[in-house]
């Protein structure tokens, strides 16, 4: 058996769970944790699924994890969605080492989209969450979004990477750290305004 994670479950419905199921049993495939790279819906509704089906974890940033539960439970009613993830059962920081097989990735604390969310760099990539797209960057008019954060983010944290890591976002295609520091007009010497102005 060859371990492996689960990075944001956003599974909704019955046959997603499924599909991921087959997935997980014909690649013959441990899942060792489950993690969020935050905590909204769409990335953390299939926790309690994939949880029941491998046994493995769930792990999130402190700052974050208050969003799943029972609190996460109520909010997901609010936007009419039913979804249940249990809580976390362990908590990820910057610095935190994640090891399955021969693969490691390393926490690294991206706030602004959400106050607990992370980025995961590993090998020549680094999955981004919502903190980076192709092209874009997380909104941060959510409650604990901030505009200020999410620069501070990318400039100190993410676009210190090298051009040539691959970014693997929690929406959208993919891309390149060199192609975003390029052509990303968030990343311009002169962003655009968002709607949202913190401070
Ligand atoms: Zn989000
Ligand atoms: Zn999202």
Redesign the pocket.
């Known amino acids: 058996m060859r371990e492996a994670i689960v990075i944001d479950p956003g599974v909704g419905t019955s046959n997603e769970a499924r599909l991921l199921k087959n997935y997980i049993d014909s690649e013959n495939l441990r899942v060792k944790y489950v993690i969020n790279t935050?905590g909204?819906i769409?990335?953390t509704s299939g926790n309690g699924v994939v949880k029941e089906m491998t046994g493995a974890p769930i792990m999130i940033h402190e700052k974050d994890a208050p969003l799943l539960g029972e609190l996460g439970g109520k909010i997901a009613e609010l936007f009419g969605i039913k979804c249940s993830s249990p809580k976390a059962d362990g908590y990820l920081k910057e610095g935190d080492i994640i090891s399955f097989g021969e693969h490691t990735l390393t926490v690294m604390h991206t706030p602004g989209?959400?106050l607990g969310?992370i980025s995961l760099v590993g090998k020549k990539l680094v999955f981004t969450?919502?903190t980076l797209f192709a092209g874009s960057v997380?909104?941060t008019d959510?409650p604990g979004g901030s505009y200020k954060s999410l620069m501070k983010s990318l400039k100190e944290k993410i676009m210190l990477l090298p051009d040539d890591f691959a970014i693997y976002p929690?929406h959208g295609p993919s891309s390149t750290i060199g192609e975003e520091r390029r052509s990303n007009p968030f990343l311009q010497a002169s962003p655009p305004m968002l709607e949202s102005w913190e401070e």
């Open positions: 935050h909204h769409d990335h989209h959400s969310g969450g919502d997380g909104r959510l929690g």
